[in-house]
């Protein structure tokens, strides 16, 4: 398994800026993902995040908007750019250990105000 | 592509009872399967995971899930429900095989009355 942590755990912020959340693992993995999860809804996969090259996103999701950065094996960070209130949700950064498991982190739960 | 229906959105349990929570899914081989569980507030934590081999898996906090390729189901039972059970419960298949992407179902809630 591996033990994930995501900062912030919670934020409100104003409609038209950004939010960069970071997310840090205790070991070295391949591949990191980035989900989704909006009131009351199940998971969203926003977008694949592999060291050393660009991230894969998903239909409906667009790099302008949640440009990722995975600089090495053990984090990687999401920003959400030009809130708007639908952007209210829970981003859960996930990992993948090699063993076809996912592992996710405790969550950053978004408010636009 | 692969899919899941959990097609009870919630249930409720009186503790002490048993649980059993429906997943039906979707996909062309066998399938990786697994159940989270999403406490109140918190990210999501695997109860346990289905690849091959024995049909009926053990998981963490008294869960089991049997794996049923006639019905295309992988239901999750515990004998009895303790009141901290109560937790968002996801059900979720993969294609497996390495590089894999999970799909989600939409989540069963489980409310536990004393």
């Known amino acids: 398994s591996a033990v994930i942590s995501q900062k912030p755990s919670r934020d409100i912020c104003q409609r038209g800026t950004s939010l960069t959340i970071q997310c840090q693992v205790d070991s070295q993995v391949t591949m990191m993902f980035w989900y989704r999860q909006q009131p009351g809804q199940s998971l969203t996969l926003i977008a694949t995040?592999?060291?050393?090259?660009?991230?894969?996103?998903e239909s409906g999701f667009v790099i302008d908007k949640f440009p990722i950065s995975r600089p090495n094996l053990t984090f990687s960070t999401l920003t959400v750019s030009n809130m708007s209130p639908e952007d209210s949700s829970i981003y859960l950064c996930?990992?993948?250990?090699?063993?076809?498991?996912?592992?996710f982190g405790p969550g950053t739960r978004l408010t636009v105000l | 592509a692969q899919s899941v229906t959990q097609p009870d959105i919630h249930i409720t349990v009186s503790e002490g009872a048993s649980l059993e929570l429906r997943c039906n899914y979707s996909y062309g081989a066998t399938p990786y399967l697994f159940w989270y569980v999403q406490s109140p507030g918190q990210g999501l934590q695997l109860l346990l995971k289905y690849f091959s081999g024995d049909t009926l898996v053990q998981g963490i906090k008294g869960f089991e899930a049997e794996f049923k390729r006639s019905q295309s189901s992988f239901n999750l039972r515990k004998p009895s429900v303790h009141w901290s059970d109560a937790a968002e419960y996801f059900c979720?298949?993969?294609?497996?095989?390495?590089?894999?992407?999970?799909?989600f179902g939409r989540g069963t809630s489980l409310i536990v009355h004393p």
């Open positions: 996930s990992v993948s250990t090699g063993a076809d498991t996912q592992y």
């Open positions: 995040a592999n060291q050393g090259s660009e991230a894969t996103y």
């Open positions: 979720a298949v993969a294609a497996g095989g390495g590089s894999y992407i999970p799909t």
